[in-house]
């Protein structure tokens, strides 16, 4: 069956440190995939979008890469701050898009 | 702000009733996606419609129904409600782009009793 997982539920980081999230994937053959940002309690915010002929997309301070060959994707927040905790979700799909389980990412001052 | 609306933001009703969520997508938006955030399963996919249109299915309850109207705005109905549909329910929309990023409402939070 199709499986997303998202490393550790977990990630603690100092300011202006590099977050580094993994995405890994089985049962799938995506043509992209995206990521997310959820806070408590509110709607996911679509952060990126990447294409299975795209090694590499950044927007700002982030930067996800896509390796179809090992089915990953990592997920890069550089010169983190406080306001990027939160957690992160990579989703797969057309239509039906499948969430992994998230990371939820703080980032202490 | 996404520009979706879903109402209510909460609501807390008994075991066995019936309710119904109310989401209007961003405008020009065809599409509307529904899921259910639960502690232990996480964001799941529920159903899609599109332009009115029943369009994919996930792992939605037979008790759970929904439907598109004229206007766009979609609805969700969930009966004979147990305790554990108790979770967030979302609603998301989203326009032409052949990727399909989708664009999420602030939810509903639903409390069975």
């Known amino acids: 069956s199709q499986k997303i997982e998202q490393n550790s539920e977990a990630l603690n980081i100092q300011e202006g440190k590099t977050a580094t999230l993994t995405c890994n994937y089985t049962n799938y053959s995506p043509a992209y995939l995206q990521w997310y940002r959820q806070d408590p309690g509110r709607g996911p915010v679509f952060l990126l979008l990447?294409?299975?002929?795209?090694k590499e997309k950044r927007k700002e301070r982030l930067k996800v890469t896509f390796d179809t060959t090992l089915k990953q994707s990592l997920f890069h927040i550089t010169a983190s701050q406080p306001a990027d905790s939160a957690t992160y979700l990579c989703?797969?799909?057309?239509?039906?898009?499948?969430f992994g389980a998230g990371t939820t990412v703080t980032v202490r001052a | 702000d996404s520009g979706v609306t879903q109402t209510p933001k909460h609501l807390i009703t008994a075991t066995g009733q019936r309710v119904t969520l109310r989401c209007s997508p961003r405008?020009?938006?065809?599409?509307v996606y529904w899921y259910q955030q639960s502690l232990d399963q996480g964001l799941q996919f529920l159903i899609q419609y599109y332009n009115g249109e029943e369009r994919a299915k996930g792992n939605i309850l037979e008790r759970f129904s929904a439907q598109q109207f004229p206007d766009l705005h979609s609805e969700l109905n969930l009966s004979s409600l147990e305790l554990g549909d108790s979770a967030l329910y979302f609603c998301?929309?989203?326009?032409?782009?052949?990727?399909?990023?989708?664009?999420f409402g602030p939810g509903t939070r639903l409390t069975v009793l």
């Open positions: 998301a929309s989203s326009g032409a782009s052949t990727y399909n990023e989708q664009f």
């Open positions: 990447i294409r299975e002929n795209e």
């Open positions: 989703a797969l799909g057309d239509y039906k898009l499948s």
């Open positions: 405008s020009g938006d065809l599409s």
